[in-house]
Every structure is written in C-alpha cells, then in structure tokens.
C-alpha cells in the first residue's frame, strides 16, 4: 500500500503565499507520478499541477504564479503558490501513482485514475 500525505495549508490573504507538500510513502521504494488537485465546494476538481519522471504540467489558470518542485530522495512533490486569489480557496489533494515508462504519456494527461490519494488539506484565500 501506499499513503499519501498533504502538508501545509492554511489561511491567507488575498495576494499571499504557501507551500504544500506531499509525500508519497510503501514498503519499498518505488518511483511515483505525483499531481496536485484542488476541489472548491460545488465545483469540479480540476488538476494544478503534474510531476512525471521530470516533466511538470501546470494548469493555465496558475502558470506563472505556481512552482512545483519535487525532492526524489524523500518522494515529496511541493507546490510553492505565489499571489493566491479568493477563487482558489479550495481543498488541495495530492495524488500519487506508480510510475511506469509505457504509461508515461497519460499520467498528466488530467484524466489518469491516480490510484493513491491524501485526506487534503485546506487553503483559505480571503479577499
């Protein structure tokens, strides 16, 4: 099995910054596709950012404003987001998946059924 745990959210003003993290941890060490989300209340949850064996995708709505990074050594995908608007108050979730070259092409497509979830962890962007 593997867990997958999101760290680092909070509340901020409209303008403010955070840094999530994720960390995605089995039994034996595996490389993971890893990919954040967020859901807000009532809408569709929608991908923000995608890490696949070096590549990193980012949604249109956060390019520019959102860096994600990812340290291998801890399998952790970090998600700094720079000027956050009210709009992006949300749940953010990290999910993750084994990594495996033939499938490398779907993973960030935006409609790959990662296979491991976090609980999420809460962002408040207030106006």
């Known amino acids: 099995q593997v867990q997958v745990r999101e760290s680092g959210g909070g509340s901020v003003q409209e303008g403010g910054s955070l840094n999530v993290s994720c960390t995605a941890s089995?039994?034996?060490?595996?490389?993971?596709?890893m990919g954040w989300f967020r859901q807000a209340p009532g809408k569709a949850r929608e991908r923000v950012s995608c890490?696949?064996?070096?590549?990193?995708y980012y949604s249109d709505s956060v390019k520019g404003r959102f860096t994600a990074s990812r340290d291998n050594a801890k399998n952790t995908l970090y998600l700094q987001m720079n000027n956050l608007k009210p709009e992006e108050t949300a749940m953010y979730y990290c999910?993750?998946?084994?990594?495996?070259?033939?499938?490398?092409?779907?993973?960030?497509?935006?409609?790959?059924?990662?296979?491991?979830w976090g609980q999420g962890t809460q962002v408040t962007v207030s106006s």
């Open positions: 890490w696949s064996d070096g590549k990193i």
């Open positions: 999910a993750a998946d084994f990594w495996r070259e033939s499938y490398d092409d779907d993973y960030c497509s935006g409609s790959w059924p990662f296979g491991y």
């Open positions: 089995g039994p034996t060490h595996e490389d993971y596709v």
